[in-house]
């Protein structure tokens, strides 16, 4: 007999791992105001000018050509020659069997993530971090355990001690971010060795997100695992267009791994996104073989836009910040007595029309930071920090 009772739909929900993901705390402060013409954003990570010309003619060049058909899973032959001569030219010979193409930096990191990780594995993060890495992983069920840089005048600082205790036995993978999204910080050689050294030992993968390593201050090329790990190591390096090339909307990276794993990751794109699109990958190529003029200016512009930051906040009262950092395009800063980042943004936009980045989007250890992007012009800047001086200087008792 057929039953009666009225048909119940069963829900129509995520999974749970998805549903307990954080949504993005810059977005929450951003959504609100981005058609407002009147707020000054500084609360996204990209730099404020064009792609340069040469890489945009490269790619409406391709499309003319009518490269718009599928290409290789792992992708294009001469961008993968062309990404394995950069890397070789900055880190010693790297090959082609490492090195597959993505459709971003983001795309790069998930791949490292879906070959390595199984659901109740355990990853280690040094925060506070790009919020995403952080999430990623619990997309595939895996724990991230924190180690949270500090803070002191002379700059942030990593205590590797604390680090390693972290790294214990059973660790599947250590997340590592330098220069690092926002604070700046960046690793060096020493550190490096140290940490690789101690992964070696107990087997645990180093996943370096390199997004950054162009956007360096000190050297044309910030330190990297490639430089001291063997092919064999369990190092795996994500890299991306968007920040040193000014690419962020054209989503194209790249991803070195060990050799051994290279099919199974040219699997996990064919099931993602089969290939990055080919006239994406033609501008990528110019990028790489003609881009160093334009990462120069860019970086010199960044510098400025770094110390001119530091500058003025440093001159607010009641600001408080870390020496200029190394590298990536922030200031990651305090202001006295702010106790809640994601409020303080969200009264900043309203107030003031300034927009900045809470700190907690950045994880707990972020809370009571405000991320400033620093990729902007010189009286661009001074707007912003006079916005942000007066706001405090009215309203004492609002932080
Ligand atoms: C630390 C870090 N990694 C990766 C990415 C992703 O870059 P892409 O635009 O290539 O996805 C970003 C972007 O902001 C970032 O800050």
């Not at 690793?187 to 050294?197: K, M, P």
Request: charged share 20%; with cysteine.
């Amino acid at each position: 007999m057929q039953s009666t009772a009225p048909y119940r739909p069963p829900p129509t929900v995520a999974r749970p791992e998805v549903q307990s993901l954080r949504s993005s705390k810059i977005r929450e402060v951003a959504n609100a105001a981005m058609d407002r013409k009147d707020v000054l954003p500084f609360w996204f990570g990209e730099p404020d000018e064009e792609t340069p010309d040469e890489i945009c003619d490269a790619a409406i060049a391709a499309i003319e050509n009518k490269r718009t058909f599928y290409v290789q899973t792992l992708g294009d032959p001469g961008l993968r020659q062309e990404i394995a001569d950069y890397l070789s030219r900055w880190h010693g010979p790297i090959g082609v069997d490492r090195i597959a193409v993505t459709s971003s930096g983001t795309h790069a990191l998930m791949l490292a993530l879906q070959a390595l990780l199984n659901p109740g594995d355990r990853v280690v993060a040094v925060t506070p971090l790009w919020p995403n890495l952080v999430e990623m992983p619990k997309v595939l069920g895996a724990h991230v355990e924190t180690v949270a840089l500090e803070f002191s005048a002379s700059g942030w600082m990593l205590d590797v001690q604390r680090l390693l205790e972290a790294l214990r036995p059973g660790t599947r993978a250590l997340l590592l971010n330098a220069p690092n999204n926002p604070t700046g910080w960046t690793i060096s050689r020493e550190t490096q060795e140290i940490i690789l050294a101690h992964c070696r030992r107990l087997g645990i993968w180093i996943v370096s997100d390199d997004v950054y390593q162009r956007i360096s201050f000190d050297a044309p090329c910030a330190p990297s695992f490639l430089d001291i790990a063997t092919p064999e190591d369990r190092v795996i390096s994500c890299n991306s267009f968007s920040k040193a090339w000014r690419m962020t909307g054209w989503r194209l990276g790249w991803i070195v791994v060990p050799a051994a794993m290279l099919g199974d990751v040219g699997k996990l794109i064919e099931y993602s996104s089969t290939c990055a699109p080919p006239f994406v990958q033609a501008a990528g190529q110019v990028a790489l073989s003609r881009g160093e003029d334009a990462i120069a200016r860019t970086v010199a512009r960044l510098r400025q836009g770094r110390d001119h930051l530091a500058a003025r906040l440093g001159a607010v009262p009641g600001v408080e910040l870390a020496a200029p950092a190394g590298g990536a395009m922030y200031t990651f800063f305090r202001v006295e007595g702010v106790k809640d980042s994601l409020a303080f943004c969200k009264q900043l936009v309203a107030e003031a029309g300034l927009g900045l980045a809470p700190g907690v989007a950045f994880g707990p250890e972020g809370e009571g930071y405000l991320r400033w992007c620093y990729a902007s012009s010189t009286s661009r800047l001074d707007e912003g920090v006079r916005r942000l001086a007066s706001y405090l200087e009215h309203n004492p008792n609002t932080r």
